[in-house]
Every structure is written in C-alpha cells, then in structure tokens.
C-alpha cells in the first residue's frame, strides 16, 4: 500500500497537555498577593494617629481586642466609629458581656492629645473589670553613636 495517505500517525490528533510551570506561577502570585493583604489586616483597627514613641514596645496580637482611639482634638472612636461618650461607655460594657474573660483593650492615642483624655478612658476600661489594657506606641528609631 504505498499509496496509503496516512502518514504513519496513529488518529491524526495531538492530545491536549497542560503546562504546569505557569500554572505554579499563578498559584505563587496568589500566594504571594495573599500573605502581604494578611499582614496589612494585623494592623491596629483605630484610626490613624501620630502614635508617641517607645523603646520598650513589644508586639502584640490584634485580634480579639477593641481599639480606642483619643483623637489630638480629644474625640474619641471606637475601631473606626467615631463614638461620643455615652456610645463609648455602652460599648465597653458590651464588649466586656461578649468577651468576660479574655477581654483586651488597645488605647491608641495620638501623641498630642490630652493626657486626662487617656487617663479617662484608662480608668472607664477599668471600672468595667477589664483588666487587660495595651497602649500602642510606635518603635523609636535607634539611636546614633557619634552621629553615624
């Protein structure tokens, strides 16, 4: 059968292959996309304030904690609701009910505001029997040794 015109291939179709190296790049750009959205949420949930500086700071888990913040302006917000002080008592006690025992407290006040502003909200926090209280400062830049 020299005349045959099959060519020597066995169906005449190519099968479909799937490439696998551009599938593990989009799965790396995912993964990758996903954890620096993830490290930008454990960020404090108050609003933005210039925050005092502190040697000592540690790091601390944000979840599970209220943040209050005390505005330069002496306002007040819970997470980032402005609240007045009536809200901002009436919330304290609700989140004291929902979490009793592990209720934690973030004060993020701005560097300016009025020390008896967060005095107060340090002694209404306490009044209602939470006893963990954080203050957020932001870490104070090393200092230099003979200028360099």
Known sequence: MAGSSSGGSSGGRKK????????IDVIFFLL?????????????MGLRVLLPESETGEPRDPSGTATITVTQEGTMA???????????????????????????????????SSYSSVIYVLDEVRK????????ETRVKPAATVNGV
């Open 16 to 23: 479909a292959r799937i490439e696998i190296i551009p599938l």
């Open 128 to 135: 209602t029997g939470i006893q963990k209280v954080l203050i």
């Open 32 to 44: 990758a996309t996903f954890v620096l959205f993830t490290l930008s949420l454990n960020r404090s």
């Open 78 to 112: 819970w997470d980032k609701d402005p609240v007045t002080l009536d809200e901002f008592l009436i919330r304290l006690k609700e989140f004291h009910m929902e979490h009793p025992d592990d209720a934690r407290i973030l004060i993020n006040a701005d560097t300016e």
